[in-house]
Every structure is written in C-alpha cells, then in structure tokens.
C-alpha cells in the first residue's frame, strides 16, 4: 500500500516517513544547541571575572553556618541556658548546611569549611589557585557572624565557642575532631563523586552526617569539624584556648579522608566531580 501522502507548507507533498525524519532531525538540532550553550554557560563561569560571585557566596554560606552554630550558644547564655535544647543546637549546623547546599552550591561548590576546599583541590576536583580565597571568605564569613551576634546580644563569655568538654583534654579533642572530620569529609567527597554521584541528594547526606556527629561529639569537642568555624569566632571574641586543636584536628581529618577516597575510588577528577567541588551556573 502506498504511504499516505501530505501537503508541506509550500504545497510539496511529503510522506510520513519524511515528516517523522524531518522533526527527529529538528529535535536533534534543538538538543545540541542547548548543550552547546549549557558549554558555553559552564566555561563563560568558570571565567575568572565571576570569581566574585563564588567567593561571595562562601562568605554567605560560612555566615549563615557560623551564625547558626555560634548563635545557640549565645542564645541559650543571654536567655538562660535552656532556650535551645542541646539536640536541636546539634542538628541546626547540619540543617543549615543542607540548605545552603541546595540554593548555592552550585555556584561555589558550597565547601564553607578549609578542610573541604583543600580536600577538593587534592582530589583533583578544585583548582589550587582559587584555594587562598575561598579561605579568606570563609574565616572572614565566620568572623563577621560572630561580631553580628556579639552586637545583636552582648558578648556572652565563651559561648558558641567550640571547646573541649569538661575533663576533656585537648589532645582528646583534637584527635576527636580528626576522626569525625575524616567522616565528614568522605560522606562530601563520596556524594559528589562520578563513582557515587546522587545529585541533589548529597545535600542530606553531608547535613544528617554533620546534625548526628553533633548529637553524638559535641559533648567532647564542641563536633566543629571546620577550621573557619572554631577560629573565626575565636579570633573575633578573643579567646584562643584549644585553638590548636581546631586547627589541626580538621585538617588532618580531611587529608585522611582524601586517603580514603583515593583507596574507594582511584583518582579524582573527573567531571562530575570537579563540577561539584568546583561550582558551575550552567
């Protein structure tokens, strides 16, 4: 049987067979040109004129998350102890950081942590000359949430200060601080991975690990797992005890994760990976 003929728009009859060609050829038109220009968006970022933007927003995000852990304790000294309950202190960084990850990462990458941005760009997945400032944002971000509580609600002692816990030495709290950070630090390395990659999906593995290693270490070390976060308020209310630990502790605890991932994946670097240490608009 003959196909069914059609007229075109120019009155030339054309087949079905010609009309289904002609439109997978249009969708297939369309589909490279929108890659081409996601291509197009993802390199025009990755241009060093944007930087701007990322490094704004590791100030933001490190803001909100120091704002968020310092302020519970700041709250619960100005109002009594008790206005916070210990639990939700401990799971509010892992909330926020879940957040956060969601409306910005990928524009920065979300590390908000020195550990992270030095894990990443170890890894292959984040290039080492964007590493000084996204530190400089970060101790700056946590700098600044500190003085912001410290002018809306006094300086309340050392509160929202991460420090050993009482009969905790800080050797203790170092060596603490290095084993939950290593975990931390492979959930965020495991989740954004080519291997392991689950999308969106990272944001709540990297937040329930960071709310349950609060719940579980806070008691000993303060759970900071973030250099920024225990130097920057320490540096704005002035009081450096333990700082060493948090200093150290972090770092070595992300180093061991960076270990551990090349042990469980091989080598980094590869695109999923980079785009998620790396932070792209496309």
Sequence with gaps: MAEARRSSADGA???DAEIRAH????????????????????????????????????????????????????????FGGEAIPQFIQAAAPGLTVM????FMGAVSGAHLNPGVSLAFALRG??????????????FVGAILATLVLVAL??????????????????????????????GLVSVILGTSSGAQNVGWGAAIGVGSYI?????????????????????????ALGDYTAWWAYLIGPLVGALIAVGFAHLLRGPGGDPVSRRAGSGTLD
């Design 153 to 182: 609600l006094g300086k309340q002692g050392g509160a929202g200060l991460t420090l050993p816990g009482p009969h905790v030495s800080t050797t203790t709290a170092l060596l603490w601080e290095v084993i939950l950070t290593t």
């Design 99 to 102: 957040s956060i990850i969601l």
């Design 125 to 138: 997945d984040f290039p080492w000359r964007r590493v000084p400032l996204y530190l400089v944002a970060q």
């Design 211 to 235: 709310a349950l290693a609060g719940m579980f270490g806070a008691a000993v070390s303060g759970a900071s797992m973030n250099t920024a976060r225990s130097l920057g308020p320490a540096i």
């Design 23 to 78: 439109r997978q050829s249009v969708a297939a038109v369309t589909e490279a040109t929108h890659t081409v220009r996601q291509m197009h968006s993802m390199l025009e970022f990755r241009e060093s004129k944007y930087e701007w933007r990322r490094l704004f927003a590791e100030l933001l995000g490190t803001f909100m998350l120091v704002f968020v852990a310092v302020g519970g304790g700041v709250v619960n000294a100005k």
């Design 13 to 15: 009859p054309q087949s």
